[in-house]
């Protein structure tokens, strides 16, 4: 089954404790992309990468880091997490290199940050 | 920077009410795309307008995306409890690869 995966789906944390969250898609996409969606702003991305190894910061990337090793995984990295950094968090990934296909979503990964 | 607007952000109809949402943005966009959200779920995609002046049908649901390539609408023909969730446009960032969504439209329905 094409899908994109996360993990984990829920997740509490402490400020200052590093976390991954991993992102892994089975569809041989090129592009794929972190949002993190809060009430009242929609969904705003963090970052993106057109392939493997070619990663660019999105709206908001302050505080987050992002890898792409292989063309599959996509992880998200929070080096010292804060609590404004609270937030449901989504990967995405398309098809093409580019912004203008259809967007398949993970389940998404709710993180507090305490 | 680029800004995605929607209206309204909330909107509650009864059952059988046609429901409409609104797109607009602050540059011009090579095309729009819309994703529906349902509660505790994930965004799906639902259409992609490219062309200038575009209307698409969906069912009950019609999509339009303005002549300047600024502003797009989705419009619901009697609401169904199944309609419920939240309603998200998303076009490209200019120059850049980015995709910015709007901030959404959380349709609730009464039965």
């Known amino acids: 089954e094409a899908q994109v995966t996360q993990n984990p789906r829920y997740l509490i944390t402490v400020t200052g404790k590093k976390l991954t969250v991993t992102c892994s898609q089975n569809m041989n996409h090129e592009y794929m992309s972190w949002y993190r969606q809060d009430p009242g702003l929609g969904l705003r991305q963090i970052y993106y990468s057109m392939n493997v190894e070619v990663t660019d910061k999105g709206d908001v990337p302050e505080g987050y880091k992002v890898s792409r090793k292989e063309k599959r995984n996509f992880p998200l990295i929070l080096e010292s997490p804060s609590p404004n950094q609270t937030s449901l968090y989504f990967c995405?990934?398309?098809?093409?290199?580019?912004?203008?296909?259809?967007?398949?979503f993970g389940p998404g990964t709710r993180l507090t940050v305490l | 920077g680029q800004q995605v607007m929607q209206i309204p952000q909330y909107q509650h109809v009864q059952e059988g009410e046609d429901f409409t949402t609104y797109c607009n943005s602050s540059t011009t966009l090579s095309n729009i795309q819309w994703y529906k959200q349902r509660p505790g779920g994930h965004p799906v995609f639902l259409i992609q307008l490219v062309k200038s002046g575009e209307v698409k049908k969906q069912k009950r649901l019609t999509f339009q995306f303005g002549e300047a390539k600024k502003n797009s609408s989705l419009h619901i023909t009697a609401t169904q409890t199944t309609d419920v969730g939240t309603y998200f446009c998303?076009?490209?960032?200019?120059?850049?690869?980015?995709?910015?969504f709007g901030t959404g439209t959380l349709l609730a329905v009464q039965p």
């Open positions: 995405a990934s398309s098809l093409r290199q580019g912004a203008v296909n259809t967007q398949y």
């Open positions: 998303a076009g490209p960032g200019g120059a850049t690869n980015k995709l910015i």
